[in-house]
């Protein structure tokens, strides 16, 4: 197995899970529901990835907000079929609770009294306003969670001009110290403490997807406790790695870190929350990805519980899973269950300096883009790349089936086949051939998106006659950063969802959002396109759906992408493990794990 | 035995160590450090907070004021701090890989010189006969194929073929478990690594047995009578073990390099394995930190070797 | 083999010529090497492999980056496919035929670029000695210092990917042997009575070097040299194992047996192949070298 160190936007499917899984024919693992429990209540997996880091202000990777949501609380979970519900906060926030206010700007939000953090210390609204102040002055990753929050800018221009020296820890010290003092610039106005208990939000205007997208757990909304941060002898930087700093309101705390070895979870004693948990302790090994196959091995000797969780949903080898499909013993511990992630070719339309027959709008342009995107045969890549295990066809459009803004299957009229038409609209808008003479497709470095690219460059060679050039490039950073910089003809791109709502997908890839933070792959922005995502991002998600599959027919229309695949995830489990996905929503919470008498 | 010029002779290797660990840790940090991509940049890190995150870990520096205060802060003995994990202190990491590191080569050199020796010996009082051909033959078909060609194989034995003839009763976990693994796990890995570097050793042995045979004076003791494995064990073996002290220093740095490789087959968590790892997570801090001290090792481990020649060849001296 | 490494300034080179005539040197050292069995059959060996990769260039089976339906994947042997097909359907056959191009570019490439680096190195710092010396010495110790695999990765990262940049890549990390023993060569050989009859009949250094020293220490070099191949083809099979080596969809032997250990559970066969081929191809380079240096080492006694 090749490393693949790219992380792509990832939060972890087991987070929010999918309300189709079910019917989406995944085979069910074999846990029995009823059963004694065993009296050694120890989960034991292995993840494939170091974590890069367990602030929740700067979090980005799938394994570690898989583990720290189970550490870490925001003011609301997602339940098992993706409604929001209390978590710190005691009730959600409604336009009939009085919640929200009638004009959508205003949130008043109430905590748990019983909330506590794992070292005894209560949460309080202060903890909230650090906690969030912490995370946008930080720049984490998903701090744009919290841009529609009154102040946000404010507070990210503040804290993103440190004292300039040459020492480093200044910018992430620096903003520890300001907090501390109590420094307004670094809080956002918008945020405030009306008293011990209460927290208000003021936006700028009304947000539909905000109190979503504040509910991803294992991120920037979740609480931490300002008292241990900010004590002395802590640092700054890695103040996550000790287990006595690693402090949340969640139902596990750290209790052993051997870096790029192994670590070491155990249930705090009387938790606040519910359900109250039942597994003891969980030891987790940090593996190379290099050794899944005899990991897998070492699962079927019972040296493991789970295969797959910590966002190793696809760490199985394709040749394991095959030769466990045909091993009837061992396939009943395999479970099968669609991820939501879609791979797509990018076009370049927005970047005239990068060059290739596909920039602009016009009818050579859009009729090229529709010759390659009908050339590529989608269900032969999933059946033949990924032997319609580790993938099945984006027929849907570009939002994973099972999320709420796909559009069902074959709705995306840009994941059809046809050879024919392909020829005739090439023959049409390029008959001498000089326009797609030196056609490239990047992507990055990884054995399944090699194949992918073979797979491709067959198919253009095929039903074109083309000649791809294909270009590889093995340093992730670099490919993303060019392929942001929208330095590519034709890439490989993709998303993994962070929450169920549309607005994750569309304010983040194209438009005018994403042309401001500078990730517009494609460069792809249009006026039309950006009035109705704007409308839509201020409604609430029943009136503002509609207006969202409106952008996704935009982007067919104007063929802005060619579909490829949806992933799909596969874990093994073993059939003495009861509560570890087993239901609809495919989840990673371990308070409802159970490990029955084996 | 410790003489002056022994001293002397110490203090100018230690001189060159540390002038070479200076020039590599150079040459490797600027190399490393002026590659393009960073261990940060992801689909949602980038723009103002790429550059952010660079700025914390002083990444925004012109490369050589990097490397003066690497320099520094490596004379107090801080190697830096990874990127991959942000924040983690290398040393303590990269002390406690070495020692993963020292288990796996100390047990392949025990290895090595056990089997290359005892195959040199029995060759080279055989000598041209069908066993010896068969020893010389093992002793290249050692160094020719490929190490991870034994690990594929050994996995694919101990792994798929035992436990599937034997419905799981035998069966080998090819998977490192804890920082030191057990005896069981250090066995497969530690034979190969050791099987890899033992032909030169029987080569080596198997010519100085073959010369001191011919000498004088084991005509003599064997002109006295005593019995032919007494002579050969007592005197000839003694002799003989000289050129393999000799070339105890390169057999060092073979397993050091067979250990990379060994290592990354195995995941085993040592220094071999985190060099890969941090190249291709682009965490060059970890990368430049593993790269010295292995300089380290080989420095010092060529001169106990050679302070070791003169205890063994009282002939030699410095 | 190589031989084995030792800190230069600790003792002079091993081995040399003696001053034979140049002629009955060669004549005698092919016969000798006719007589060695074992060196032949790897010869022979060799040969046919060189044919199969040259072959390649123009005709493999099929195009060893088709990829095929996946009713096609991870077959065993058979007789569309002699070797089987691996996780995309691609014949396996074409793909180690490919390999063993790749395989003997490396090679021979690197030990080409290995001889010209170490021959000039070795000949300036044996010839002019003094504070040259010193300084190419120092420079070959830091070299003996630090593991030639890291080296080999690092600057193949910086370097890019592709055939020439690991065939200079594998070359820093070899290249002192070969620069140690033309060094010693040009030590002894300077001294001789006939490089002072040129010297004095007013010959350039340079003319001396090449028409001179270099030609009557041809023997070992060569032996080197071939000594340096096996070594490279390992390199380069264990970093495209690692995936840092040759890219897709290039086949080589290191990537084969890299993807057939992901596939052991399904197909076993895929990592034999290049397993054997491995093994084979380098155990028959060892023993070539082994009976050239064998066959030019006149001390040797049979």
Redesign the interface.
């Known amino acids: 197995m090749r490393p693949n160190k790219l992380t792509i936007g990832g939060i972890g499917l087991g987070v929010l899970g999918l309300l189709t899984a079910a019917a989406c024919g995944s085979t069910s693992s074999s846990t029995t529901t009823s059963g004694a429990l065993a009296s050694s209540q120890v989960l034991h997996f292995p993840v494939f990835q170091d974590p890069g880091t367990w602030d929740p202000g700067e979090m980005d990777a799938e394994v570690d907000t898989e583990l720290m949501q189970n550490v870490f609380d925001n003011l609301w979970r997602f339940d098992d079929n993706l409604n929001i519900i209390p978590d710190i906060a005691s009730t959600v926030p409604t336009q009939a609770n009085g919640g929200i206010s009638s004009d959508g700007t205003t949130y008043t939000i109430h905590l748990n009294p019983k909330a506590k953090f794992s070292n005894g210390d209560p949460v309080t609204s202060k903890d909230v306003l650090y906690s969030w102040n912490r995370a946008v002055a930080l720049h984490g990753a998903y701090s744009s969670i919290l841009s529609a929050v009154q102040g946000y800018s404010d507070v990210q221009k503040a804290a993103g001009s440190p004292p300039s020296s040459g020492t480093p820890t200044t910018f992430q010290a620096n903003i520890e110290k300001q907090l501390a003092a109590g420094n307004s610039s670094f809080m956002m106005s918008g945020l405030t403490a009306t008293d011990p208990e209460t927290v208000q939000i003021k936006l700028a205007s009304g947000c539909g997807w905000c109190l979503t997208a504040w509910t991803l757990e294992g991120t920037v909304g979740a609480i931490v406790d300002e008292k241990v941060i900010d004590a002395p002898g802590v640092d700054p930087v890695n103040w996550w790695q000790t287990p006595a700093n690693l402090v949340g309101t969640g139902a596990y705390k750290l209790t052993a870190y051997t870096p790029k070895q192994s670590m070491t979870f155990s249930q705090v004693p009387n938790w606040w929350g519910s359900p109250k948990p039942t597994l003891k302790t969980i030891n987790i090994d940090i593996k190379d990805p290099s050794t899944a196959p005899t990991t897998v091995d070492a699962f079927f000797q019972k040296g493991y519980d789970i295969i797959g969780y910590g966002g190793d949903s696809g760490i199985i080898p394709l040749a394991n899973i095959l030769a466990i499909q045909a091993n009837s013993r061992e396939k009943a511990n395999l479970l099968t269950q669609p991820k939501g992630r879609t791979t797509w070719v990018s076009f370049n339309i927005g970047y005239p300096a990068t060059g290739g027959p596909f920039v602009g709008e016009s009818a050579a342009a859009k009729g090229l883009r529709l010759a390659f995107a009908l050339a590529v045969d989608k269900q032969g890549l999933a059946t033949t790349v990924c032997h319609n295990l580790i993938c099945s066809a984006a027929t849907g459009g570009l939002i994973t089936t099972g999320l709420v803004g796909n559009g069902g299957p074959n709705s995306d009229p840009l994941a059809k086949f046809d050879a024919t038409q392909a020829k005739s609209l090439l023959k049409q808008y390029d008959p001498t051939g000089a326009l797609t003479k030196n056609v490239t497709y990047s992507y990055n470095a990884g054995s399944l998106n090699e194949s992918v690219a073979e797979y491709l460059q067959s198919q253009w060679k095929t039903n074109l006659g083309l000649n791809v050039t294909l270009n590889s490039v093995s340093d992730a950073s670099i490919f993303i950063n060019n392929r942001l910089e929208g330095k590519y003809v034709m890439s490989r791109d993709g998303w993994q969802f962070d929450y169920n709502h549309p607005q994750d997908w569309y304010d983040n890839l194209w438009g005018v959002y994403a042309t401001s933070a500078g990730a517009n792959t494609s460069g792809f922005d249009d006026p039309q396109y950006d009035s109705i995502l704007k409308q839509a991002d201020a409604e609430p998600l029943t009136t503002a759906l509609p207006l969202y599959n409106q952008l996704g027919q935009i982007l067919q229309t104007d063929v802005v992408y060619i579909p490829l695949y949806y992933s799909v995830g596969n874990f093994l489990i073993q059939s003495y493990v009861s509560g570890a996905g087993s239901n609809t929503a495919f989840d990673h919470w371990w308070n409802e794990i159970k490990i029955l008498s084996h | 035995m410790l003489t002056r010029g022994t001293l002397i002779y110490i203090a100018q290797r230690l001189a060159?160590i540390v002038f070479?660990l200076i020039?590599?840790s150079f040459l490797?940090f600027v190399?490393?450090h002026t590659?393009?991509?960073?261990?940060?940049?992801?689909?949602?890190?980038?723009?103002?907070?790429l550059q952010?995150l660079l700025?914390?870990?002083?990444l925004d520096?012109p490369v050589l004021?990097q490397y003066w205060?690497f320099l520094l802060n490596a004379l107090h003995g801080n190697l830096g701090?990874s990127f991959?994990?942000?924040?983690?202190?290398i040393t303590p990491?990269v002390m406690r890989?070495l020692s993963v590191s020292a288990e796996l080569g100390g047990t392949a050199l025990l290895i090595t010189i056990g089997l290359g020796t005892t195959f040199g010996v029995i060759a080279a009082m055989r000598q041209n006969s069908w066993v010896d051909y068969t020893l010389t033959s093992i002793a290249?078909?050692g160094?020719?194929?490929?190490s991870?060609?034994f690990a594929?194989?050994g996995?694919?034995i101990f792994?798929?073929f035992l436990p599937s003839v034997t419905n799981?009763v035998i069966?080998y976990?090819?998977?490192w478990?804890?920082?030191y693994g057990t005896l069981v796990e250090l066995s497969l890995p530690a034979i190969i690594l050791g099987f890899y570097t033992s032909?030169?050793v029987t080569?080596?042995t198997r010519a100085a047995m073959l010369e001191v045979l011919q000498q004088d004076y084991i005509r003599t003791a064997r002109a006295k009578g005593l019995k032919t494995r007494v002579v050969t064990i007592r005197h000839a073996l003694r002799n003989a073990l000289i050129p393999v002290i000799?070339?105890l220093?390169?057999l060092v740095?073979s397993i050091?390099?067979g250990s990379?490789?060994i290592e990354?087959?195995?995941?085993i968590?040592g220094l071999g394995?985190?060099?890969?790892?941090s190249?291709?997570?682009?965490d060059y801090n970890v990368?430049v930190a593993?790269?010295t001290v292995?300089?380290l090792l080989?420095?010092i481990a060529?001169l106990i070797v050679?302070l070791l020649y003169t205890v063994v060849d009282p002939r030699i001296r410095y | 083999m190589a031989t084995i490494a030792t800190p230069v300034f600790e003792q002079e080179y091993a081995g040399g010529t003696v001053a034979r005539a140049q002629v009955g040197l060669w004549r005698d050292g092919f016969r000798r090497l006719r007589r060695n069995r074992l060196a032949l059959a790897a010869l022979v060996y060799l040969i046919l492999l060189f044919l199969v990769a040259i072959v390649a260039i123009f005709w493999t089976p099929y195009n060893p980056a088709t990829i095929l339906p996946n009713t096609l994947t991870y077959l065993g042997p058979s007789a569309g496919h002699p070797l089987g097909t691996d996780d995309l359907g691609r014949d396996l056959l074409s793909r180690m035929m490919q390999g063993a191009q790749i395989s003997l570019i490396v090679g021979l490439g690197t030990s080409l670029v290995v001889l010209t680096i170490g021959v000039v190195v070795g000949l300036i710092a044996g010839y002019f000695r003094g504070w040259v010396d010193t300084v190419i010495s120092v420079f070959i110790n830091i070299f003996y210092g630090i593991p030639g695999i890291l080296v080999a990765i690092v600057l193949y990262l910086v370097l890019g990917r592709g055939l020439g940049n690991i065939m200079l890549a594998i070359s820093a990390t070899v290249w002192m042997d070969m620069a140690r023993l033309v060094r010693g060569q040009a030590f002894s050989i300077r001294e001789r009575e006939f490089i002072e009859a040129a010297r004095a009949s007013g010959a350039k250094s340079g003319k001396i070097l090449f028409g001179h020293i270099l030609p009557n220490s041809l023997g070992p070099i060569i032996v080197q040299a071939t000594f340096v191949i096996p070594i490279a083809i390992l390199t380069e099979a264990f970093l495209s194992y690692l995936g840092l080596g040759i890219p897709s969809p290039l086949a080589s032997w290191g990537s084969i047996a890299s993807e057939g250990y992901a596939a052991l559970p399904l197909e076993p066969y895929m990592m034999l192949w290049p397993a054997i081929a491995l093994s084979v191809t380098l155990l028959a380079f060892n023993f070539l070298g082994d009976g050239l240096r064998d066959a030019f080492d006149p001390r040797q006694r049979r």
């Open positions: 060159l070479t020039a590599v490797v190399t490393v590659l393009p991509g960073n261990a940060f940049e992801s689909d949602r890190v980038h723009g103002r907070a952010l700025h914390e870990y002083g520096q004021v205060n701090v991959q994990i942000r924040g983690l202190p990491l890989e290249v078909v160094y020719s194929v490929p991870f060609v594929g194989l996995v694919l792994s798929y799981g069966s976990p090819a998977i478990t804890g920082t032909g030169q080569r080596i000799s070339i220093g390169p740095i050091i390099t990379v490789i990354n087959i195995f995941g968590p394995k985190e060099f890969v790892e190249i291709l997570a682009a990368t593993v790269f292995y300089a080989i420095g060529n050679d």
